[in-house]
């Protein structure tokens, strides 16, 4: 059985950090990925990374947020840092064995995404 568990979400004011866990169990696939559903407004990929750790990001995140994994424990993290209100969300992790990172990132091809986690709340205040 395949699951996605989040962690690492809170609440942090503007310009802080957080850095947020996906424990991975029942396989190790080829690309994972973060998203990201903010209230009122439709998920978005933010950072995704390959088994060769290939990475790429949103642009509204490039140079603050940095996406991770440890392939031996199957854990995926990504490091935000600079943190804004308009990162306040519900973050997703994602798995998928076939998509690239570039194409599990086109908010078009959301529902060709194999595994979702449940999420964890990130909200910053200014």
């Known amino acids: 059985q395949v699951t996605l568990v989040e962690s690492g979400g809170g609440s942090v004011e503007a310009g802080g950090s957080l850095r947020l866990t996906c424990v991975v169990s029942?396989?190790?696939?080829?690309?994972m990925a973060w998203f990201r559903e903010a209230p009122g407004k439709e998920r978005e990929g933010v950072a995704a990374?390959?088994?060769?750790?290939?990475?790429a990001y949103a642009d509204s995140v490039k140079g603050r947020f940095y996406i991770s994994r440890d392939k031996a424990k199957n854990i995926l993290y990504l490091q935000m840092n600079a943190l804004k209100p308009e990162d306040t969300a519900m973050y997703y992790c994602?798995?998928?064995?076939?998509?690239?990172?570039?194409?599990?990132?086109?908010?078009?091809?959301?529902?060709?995404?194999?595994?979702w986690g449940q999420g964890t709340q990130v909200t910053v205040s200014s």
């Open positions: 029942g396989y190790t696939y080829t690309t």
């Open positions: 990374i390959s088994l060769a750790d290939e990475t």
């Open positions: 994602a798995a998928d064995q076939i998509l690239t990172i570039r194409t599990i990132l086109d908010n078009r091809r959301q529902n060709w995404v194999a595994y």
